[in-house]
């Protein structure tokens, strides 16, 4: 996801530049949907991996109360994960219900009105359903392959009764690192909504020039402090997601050293 995000910053935002390619007037909606739609990929790959590579059967059947796809996960850490997609999702759909679209187009404006004035709204380019839409696509995806992996995590059986602390520990490590890669992801995507936001949203007047003559109106959105607190709010959230991002990559290294340790003496047993 690091290298993704990264990668999809860097093209959009310099080397394009470099070849003569503009993406003025172009809907980039995949610059924030990007975040989650990895984020789901990654864990659909897990999820594929658990179903046919990670449930061996067990060799002493071990009996355990029944689990869900919550027996492994931290409270918090789902209370977090859970309000991060929430923010996403309600910043999503306030937008959404606030932009506008002009001639039939797609819902890509905020219309600011001009008070005690007859000429026509100031329109700045605003994360409307045109961007929202491919958002909240790719998080109710991302939620339902996340609550799948979870319970493929939890429901595959203990290999014997020895190594059941091991296991749970391994499991516990696997849970919290989907949480946090959701987490990030929800963080990230939420973060450039906000500045999107922030940015239409800080329009505070108008200027017509003509006949040697200019006016300039007033106009502020009535959601214009909301709005800037957003902005103010979005480099805080993007370091917050990288730092849960290094976190899942520094846990990478010790789950496979959880699993193998588990499986030694399965393999073991095989070769004899």
Same mark, same amino acid.
């Given at each position: 996801? @690091?290298? @993704?995000?990264?990668?999809?910053?860097?093209? !959009?935002?310099?080397?394009?530049?470099?070849?003569? &390619?503009?993406?003025?007037?172009?809907?980039?909606?995949?610059?924030? %949907?990007?975040?989650? /739609?990895?984020?789901?990929?990654?864990?659909?790959?897990? =999820?594929?991996? @658990?179903?046919?590579?990670?449930?061996?059967?067990?060799?002493?059947?071990?009996?355990?109360?029944?689990?869900?796809?919550?027996?492994?996960?931290?409270?918090?850490?789902?209370?977090?994960?859970?309000?991060? =997609? =929430?923010?996403?999702? %309600? !910043?999503?759909l306030l937008a959404g219900l606030a932009s506008s679209n002009l001639d039939d187009g797609p819902y890509v404006y905020l219309e600011i009105d001009v008070p005690n004035e007859t000429?026509?709204?100031?329109?700045?380019?605003?994360?409307?359903?045109?961007?929202?839409?491919?958002?909240? @696509?790719?998080?109710?995806?991302?939620?339902?392959?996340?609550?799948?992996?979870? +319970?493929?995590?939890?429901?595959? %059986?203990?290999?014997?009764?020895?190594?059941?602390?091991?296991?749970?520990?391994?499991?516990?490590?696997?849970?919290?690192?989907?949480?946090?890669? !959701?987490?990030?992801?929800? =963080?990230?995507?939420?973060?450039?909504?906000?500045?999107?936001?922030?940015?239409?949203?800080?329009?505070?007047?108008? !200027? &017509?020039?003509?006949?040697?003559?200019? %006016?300039?109106?007033?106009?502020?959105?009535?959601?214009?402090?909301?709005?800037?607190?957003?902005?103010?709010?979005?480099?805080?959230?993007? &370091?917050?997601? /990288? &730092?849960?991002?290094?976190?899942?990559?520094?846990?990478? #290294?010790?789950?496979?050293?959880?699993?193998? #340790?588990?499986?030694?003496?399965?393999?073991? +047993?095989?070769?004899?």
């Amino acid at each position: 996801m @690091i290298v @993704i995000f990264a990668a999809e910053n860097l093209i !959009t935002g310099y080397v394009l530049d470099l070849f003569g &390619v503009s993406l003025n007037g172009v809907v980039s909606w995949w610059r924030y %949907a990007t975040p989650v /739609f990895t984020a789901s990929v990654g864990v659909a790959v897990l =999820l594929a991996l @658990i179903a046919t590579r990670g449930s061996t059967p067990p060799e002493q059947p071990v009996v355990a109360a029944r689990r869900t796809w919550l027996t492994f996960s931290s409270l918090a850490a789902g209370v977090g994960t859970a309000l991060a =997609l =929430l923010a996403l999702t %309600a !910043t999503t759909l306030l937008a959404g219900l606030a932009s506008s679209n002009l001639d039939d187009g797609p819902y890509v404006y905020l219309e600011i009105d001009v008070p005690n004035e007859t000429i026509d709204p100031i329109r700045p380019w605003f994360y409307g359903w045109a961007y929202g839409v491919p958002v909240l @696509i790719c998080t109710a995806a991302l939620v339902a392959v996340v609550v799948a992996t979870l +319970r493929a995590n939890a429901a595959r %059986a203990f290999l014997r009764p020895e190594t059941v602390v091991a296991e749970q520990r391994e499991r516990r490590d696997v849970a919290r690192g989907i949480t946090r890669l !959701t987490a990030s992801a929800a =963080l990230l995507a939420l973060a450039g909504a906000l500045r999107f936001i922030a940015e239409a949203g800080s329009v505070a007047g108008l !200027t &017509v020039e003509g006949d040697g003559r200019s %006016a300039t109106y007033d106009a502020v959105w009535r959601y214009g402090e909301i709005a800037a607190v957003g902005g103010w709010l979005a480099p805080a959230l993007e &370091v917050t997601a /990288f &730092v849960l991002l290094l976190l899942v990559t520094a846990q990478l #290294a010790h789950v496979s050293e959880h699993a193998a #340790a588990v499986r030694r003496p399965v393999d073991a +047993r095989a070769a004899r």
